[in-house]
């Protein structure tokens, strides 16, 4: 073990966080931010997409109150999805506990057609928020990492309507789902956010409308399984569809446009639902009776298979009545199985695959958790795919449903993390101290719920299903490899019940019950984070994966946030390539003893941390491509 390291890593008698350089990506350098600007403009929903839609993001106005205050006076304006403790949104002050962040902003020239619905769309307001049209409660939210809608069909009006948006955040000082935010950023953990994060949108349905959609490739069948809900029809008591057909047409890869942008891929493809085509090419319509739920299997004969090599989508339209919904999927699968030696192993499509991964936690120095721009996301998910990776970690943090279609699309698998929450831990006992001295995360028993500050069972309650609510709306991403329920012990507890639970909720991937200690025994995968013992395989009945390693400390000169930097080991700039390339050999050297997988740490630095493969800035990438 490399004890000096180990120790610095502990921080004894750090500073506070300074901050020396006010950071910025060539994405908001170069943005136009006047007053007609419209961040993040693209479609955010690639897999339920509609043609009728009006981005909300741009400038709306805000204020700070106290409890129970109402909005009134307006204090300025905020550039909206990014938080107001962010550069971008032109405020750059924090929500604190107790306090109220209002929002307000008219839509103008509104209409509603005769016989159609307007829903109100939001990606993710962190944490808690009550939602008024017009003047009038519409609906409330909490969680802050999950997307959410309100129908404001009976209060919208003709020409401008009024929307207003209270929110309330406790970050660290409450129980609620929150990942690596704080109010006192340093080390790993960093500047806490607030607010609406991601894109605002309205979008016009009829009456009757595809409200839920779940996709299920079935490789053995050579099919896939679609689950739709349909709207209930207002005021009336049938369960049906009003009688009609679903019309369901899919679009095999050689005709699927999944661009960048892949906006109007049917049009794109130069073929209607009548077109036909040659072979496995040809667009394929198959024509349903409706109901308000129903189960349906579509053949996908020899389907190609998705990989991060070869990451081949098929397009699906699903038209009822006057509702049309464009959206995609993949035929691929997840598992774990043996190999020829009669190891664990992780499966991609039924056979071994290494897993190779880095530590993503999304976070940029201008607007925290909100990329921004579309390209940025884009940006770093090719940077690692150049650098030999073929999965990233989304580390407790849920991303906009464009960055899963951006992996889908690029061919990058995501092992996805449920955002942690609970009461405060001391970080001897629940992140420093296991690192340093690994035998301490080896043996609690995650069901002492004091220990780990999950004493509050609401909040425990709360978190389950909110877990079940990520795998709901994630579900569909053909990238999502593995859940991650709990990591080094963060706000963990009964861990595998949690894992059945998971289970029963998706089958059809592997689960990592306990990413780094308090392993209870359970899950599809023993997971260990090394970063300071040599990197060894440890036997298990379970596939074996180094869920975190690496960390080194590389600190470019002029592309740091702080004085203070935090990392695992230190590497200057000149050493870090080779530094870096010894030690991914070291690693594909491991899968022939059972390696199944492992996370460097990581995409980017962020803050205090230095140990990023990209600068904080993205100006700056320290490693070479192998």
């Known amino acids: 073990m490399r004890i000096k390291d180990a120790i610095a890593s502990l921080q004894l008698g750090r500073k506070k966080q300074t901050q020396v350089h006010q950071l910025c990506t060539i994405w908001s350098k170069y943005a136009e931010d006047g007053p007609d600007a419209v961040p993040l ?13 009006r981005c909300l993001n741009g400038w709306w106005e805000y204020a700070f109150r106290m409890p129970v205050e109402s909005m009134g006076i307006a204090e300025g304006r905020i550039l909206v999805p990014f938080s107001p403790e962010t550069a971008r949104s032109g405020v750059s002050r924090t929500l604190l506990p107790g306090e109220l962040l209002w929002y307000r902003r008219t839509i103008d020239d ?33 969680n802050g990492c999950l997307s959410f809608s309100f129908d404001v069909t009976d209060y919208v009006r003709e020409g401008r309507n009024r929307l ?36 605002v949108w309205l979008e016009t349905v009829p009456d009757i409308y595809l409200r839920g959609l779940k996709i299920t490739p079935i490789l053995e069948e050579e099919a896939v399984e679609l689950r739709l809900t349909f709207s209930d029809e207002p005021g009336s008591e049938k369960t049906d569809c009003m009688d009609s057909r679903v019309r369901i047409t899919l679009l095999p890869p050689a005709l699927f446009n999944s661009g960048d942008e892949a906006e109007g891929f049917f049009e794109a493809a130069g073929s209607g639902p009548e077109e036909e085509h040659a072979g496995k090419a040809s667009a394929r319509t198959f024509d349903f009776p409706c109901k308000r739920r ?41 598992g ?18 290494f897993f190779h991964g880095v530590l993503d936690q999304g976070y940029w120095p201008e607007s925290l958790m909100t990329a921004p721009a579309d ?13 030999g990776f073929n999965m990233l970690r989304k580390h407790v943090k849920i991303e906009p449903a464009r960055w899963y279609w951006h992996c889908d699309r690029i061919g990058m698998v995501v092992w996805q993390d449920m955002v942690n929450g609970g009461g405060p831990v001391h970080k001897i006992l629940e992140t420093y101290g296991p690192t340093v001295f690994p035998p301490l995360g ?27 609510k990520m795998i709901r709306q994630l579900y569909n991403c053909p990238c999502i490899g593995m859940w991650v329920p709990f990591n080094e012990g963060w706000g963990q507890f009964d861990a595998l019940r949690i894992t059945e639970d998971v289970k029963k909720a998706d089958p059809t991937r592997p689960v990592d019950h306990a990413s780094g200690w308090f392993d209870q025994g359970g899950g599809d995968v023993r997971s260990v984070h090394n970063y300071f013992r040599p990197l060894t395989v440890e036997p298990d009945q379970r596939a074996f994966v180094i869920s975190e390693y690496g960390g080194a400390n590389c600190n470019v000169a002029g592309h740091s946030m702080s004085e203070e930097v935090y990392g695992y080991q230190t590497v200057k700039e000149a050493d870090f390539p080779d530094t870096f390339r010894s030690l991914m050999e070291k690693v594909h050297g491991l899968v022939k003893d059972g390696l199944s997988g492992a996370v460097y740490t990581q995409v980017s630095d962020i803050e205090e941390e230095t140990n990023g493969l990209l600068t904080y800035d993205r100006s700056v990438r320290k490693a070479k491509a192998l």
């Open 442 to 468: 080896t043996h609690l028993r995650d069901n002492h719920y004091a220990l780990l500050s999950r004493q509050d069972a609401d909040a425990r309650r709360r978190f389950e299903k909110d877990l079940k």
């Open 336 to 353: 774990v199985g043996k190999d020829e030696a009669g190891r664990a192993r992780l499966l991609l499509n039924g056979a071994p695959y």
């Open 110 to 142: 509104f209409h509603l057609p005769k016989g159609k619905r307007a829903i109100l769309h939001f990606g993710a307001v962190d944490e808690r928020c009550s939602v008024w049209w017009n003047g009038t409660k519409v609906g409330a939210h909490r």
């Open 375 to 387: 390209q940025a996301m884009v940006f770093d998910i090719t940077q690692m795919k150049e650098l």
């Open 164 to 199: 207003e948006v209270c929110v309330r955040d406790d970050t660290d000082q409450g129980t609620a789902c929150r990942g690596k935010q704080t109010l006192k950023p340093g080390g790993m953990y960093y500047h806490g956010q607030s607010g609406i994060w991601q894109t």
């Open 294 to 334: 129903m189960k349906v299997r579509i053949p996908v004969p020899e389907p190609a298979l998705w990989s991060p090599e070869n990451p081949v989508l098929y397009g699906l339209r699903i038209e009822t009545g006057e509702d049309a919904v464009e959206s995609y999927f993949a035929m691929r699968s997840f």
């Open 41 to 53: 403009a693209e479609y955010p929903r690639p897999q339920l997409k509609r043609a009728d839609w």
